[in-house]
């Protein structure tokens, strides 16, 4: 899909890059040439990431691509010492926050920690890594590009997964203010909004019992969920400087999920009959003389 030195020379730091979505796009990125560092809550699961996409990629050992570095983004100060670690080996040109958390509650079930665990992740964690980069881009008078992962009920809200929906609600305006901030000293910022695509983590816990997965799929339009290769492919494309003039906006990828849902008129249309239909055509008028 694209030319193998997109990202040539490109020093990419992807926040919950050990597992799921942030694994699947380290991996592209690799590929297309980049170099990449990760950082997650645990060592062990870093570590077996590492070994995994160096046999994937065919990384050599002599040139080091792949960074692993531990750390919990809701935590400010540890956020600055990984940032700081990297730009001792020198600056990075993008940062794509994709670590977070989330849990399928009745909210009135939740405690406070829960939505201080999920906004920290979420919210506090993206505008920790963003604001350390950020903040050395701008003194340094070089251009970066933010990536951040929302997801399709940002704007909508979503019940069952409140403190997700607040948190990434937050990371939506900061992506669209900060797009504006930044725009003009040569920062980008983007998003993807993602629907459900399969990945170990968050889908055994949104999705408890297996056969609700085919309940899912019925409220998508394509009928299928999502592949990590296909988000990966769009996160390649949106960090690359092929999409430099790509400022300030949330790429959907759900397969039309959400907007099935927003139709009025959709579940309707599902459950005509084609007698119904039929009789609800104009009748054919008499061809003139
Ligand atoms: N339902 C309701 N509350 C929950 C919960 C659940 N399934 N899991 C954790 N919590 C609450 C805890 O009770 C705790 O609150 P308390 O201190 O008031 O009791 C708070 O959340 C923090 O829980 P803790 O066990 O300390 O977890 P953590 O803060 O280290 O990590 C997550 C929380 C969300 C990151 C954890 O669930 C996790 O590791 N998830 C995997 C990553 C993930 O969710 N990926 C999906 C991304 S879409």
Same mark, same amino acid.
């Given at each position: 899909?694209?030319?193998?030195?997109?990202?040539?020379?490109? =020093?990419?730091?992807?926040?919950?890059?050990?597992?799921?979505?942030?694994?699947?796009?380290?991996?592209?990125?690799?590929?297309?040439?980049?170099? /990449?560092?990760?950082?997650?809550? =645990?060592?062990?699961?870093?570590?077996?990431?590492?070994?995994?996409?160096?046999? =994937?990629?065919?990384?050599?050992?002599?040139?080091?691509?792949?960074?692993?570095?531990?750390?919990?983004?809701?935590?400010?100060?540890?956020?600055?010492?990984?940032?700081?670690?990297?730009?001792?080996?020198?600056?990075?040109?993008?940062?794509?926050?994709?670590?977070?958390?989330?849990?399928?509650?009745?909210?009135?079930?939740?405690?406070?920690?829960?939505?201080?665990?999920?906004?920290?992740?979420?919210?506090?964690?993206?505008?920790?890594?963003?604001?350390?980069?950020?903040?050395?881009?701008?003194?340094?008078?070089?251009?970066? /590009?933010?990536?951040?992962?929302?997801?399709?009920?940002?704007?909508?809200?979503?019940?069952?997964?409140?403190?997700?929906?607040?948190?990434?609600?937050?990371?939506?305006?900061?992506?669209?203010?900060?797009?504006?901030?930044?725009?003009?000293?040569?920062?980008?910022?983007?998003?993807?909004?993602?629907?459900?695509?399969?990945?170990?983590?968050?889908?055994?816990?949104?999705?408890?019992?297996?056969?609700?997965?085919?309940?899912?799929?019925?409220?998508?339009?394509?009928?299928?969920?999502?592949?990590?290769?296909?988000?990966?492919?769009?996160?390649?494309?949106?960090?690359?400087?092929?999409?430099?003039?790509?400022?300030?906006?949330?790429?959907?990828?759900?397969?039309?999920?959400?907007?099935?849902?927003?139709?009025?008129?959709?579940?309707?249309?599902?459950?005509?009959?084609?007698?119904?239909?039929?009789?609800?055509?104009?009748?054919?008028?008499?061809?003139?003389?």
């Amino acid at each position: 899909m694209f030319q193998k030195d997109l990202l040539q020379a490109k =020093r990419i730091l992807i926040t919950g890059g050990g597992t799921g979505l942030g694994k699947a796009a380290a991996q592209r990125f690799l590929e297309l040439g980049a170099e /990449v560092y990760l950082c997650g809550r =645990r060592q062990d699961v870093l570590a077996a990431t590492e070994q995994e996409l160096h046999e =994937r990629t065919g990384g050599s050992r002599d040139h080091k691509k792949i960074h692993t570095l531990p750390c919990d983004v809701r935590d400010a100060a540890a956020v600055e010492e990984l940032i700081g670690a990297i730009w001792a080996e020198g600056p990075l040109d993008v940062l794509m926050n994709n670590a977070a958390g989330n849990f399928l509650s009745r909210t009135e079930d939740l405690s406070l920690g829960a939505f201080q665990s999920v906004i920290g992740i979420v919210l506090l964690g993206t505008l920790h890594t963003t604001m350390a980069c950020g903040r050395r881009w701008l003194a340094e008078s070089r251009g970066g /590009v933010v990536l951040n992962i929302t997801t399709t009920y940002t704007t909508t809200g979503s019940a069952y997964v409140v403190p997700s929906a607040v948190a990434k609600a937050g990371v939506h305006a900061l992506t669209r203010s900060l797009a504006v901030e930044w725009g003009n000293r040569g920062i980008r910022m983007n998003a993807i909004a993602p629907g459900p695509i399969p990945t170990e983590g968050a889908f055994s816990r949104l999705l408890p019992r297996p056969e609700l997965a085919e309940a899912a799929k019925k409220r998508i339009p394509l009928g299928r969920f999502g592949t990590t290769e296909e988000f990966a492919n769009l996160a390649a494309f949106l960090v690359s400087d092929g999409s430099g003039y790509i400022n300030g906006d949330v790429v959907t990828m759900d397969g039309g999920e959400w907007l099935q849902g927003a139709g009025e008129f959709t579940a309707l249309g599902r459950e005509l009959t084609e007698e119904e239909w039929q009789r609800m055509r104009p009748k054919k008028s008499a061809p003139k003389a």
